[in-house]
């Protein structure tokens, strides 16, 4: 087993982690994403695009009040440095990480340390909100229609983390992976990842994968730790 198929894994964030409503015009992919952050407010390009193009992606997005924004995947160095050109600038540059799910789902944390809960409950609701994932965000997993779950996380047997991960056959991918600040650093971020690497072997998935931005070098480190590597990148550009 090498790496995953980038174009798969690209695919995925769109499902695992979808926008509101999606727009085919000209050669973009527009997204509205009714508050839910930038993955599901961005346009793709979804063939070669020029400085012609923009105004059509530029006019969409502002029609759906959404400020211009383009997501920049690998091998898209052209339509990178239109975007430089026309005055957008660079935001959030982000990896994915990925490893076989038997690499990762090899020792279960201790008991009830981190479990899967269908629907999030008020105690994970209260860690995401404190940690800036709000209802917009709460809306983006409810639409989800992969097999999906939420994961709890307790430190001294207090709800302490939260998390939310979705498979789509040989793939899997976390997303809001949040630990309350007063158990931070106590091993919490690690036992939810390995959890939620569990979930997705019993799903059927081969890989585990998840996004991080390049800044939150601590993450990187946790994930490196658990023997994911850097299969792909993508980060934004938004208009000044």
């Known amino acids: 087993m090498t790496t ?35 993955r599901v407010s961005s346009a793709t390009a979804t063939r070669s695009a020029s400085s012609d193009h923009l105004a059509v992606a530029e006019d969409a997005m502002r029609y759906l009040g959404q400020t211009p924004q383009f997501m920049i995947r690998v091998g898209e160095d052209d339509l990178d440095q239109t975007l430089e050109m026309a005055g957008y600038a660079v935001k959030d540059p982000t990896v994915l990480m990925a490893v076989p ?16 809960v269908a629907s999030p409950l008020a105690c994970q609701r209260s860690v995401w909100a ?61 036992d939810m990842t390995v959890s939620a690497a569990f979930w997705a072997q019993a799903q059927g998935a081969q890989w585990f994968t998840l996004l991080v931005t390049r800044a939150n070098e601590g993450a990187i480190a946790l994930y490196s730790s658990l023997g994911m590597s850097i299969v792909g990148q993508y980060h934004y550009r938004i208009k000044q």
Do not use: N
């Open 101 to 116: 799910v038997t690499a990762i789902a090899t020792e279960r944390p201790k008991t009830l340390s981190s479990f899967a």
């Open 130 to 190: 404190a940690g800036g994932i709000g209802s917009e965000r709460l809306a983006v997993m409810d639409r989800c229609t992969l097999s999906k779950t939420t994961l709890l996380g307790r430190r001294s047997e207090t709800p302490a983390g939260a998390a939310f991960v979705a498979a789509d056959g040989p793939h899997a991918m976390l997303h809001a992976l949040e630990v309350a600040a007063p158990h931070r650093r106590t091993g919490l971020g690690r």
């Open 4 to 38: 995953p198929d980038l174009s798969k894994l690209y695919d995925l964030i769109d499902q695992s982690w979808p926008a509101a409503e999606w727009q085919s015009i000209g050669p973009w992919t527009i997204r509205r994403g009714d508050g839910g952050g930038s």
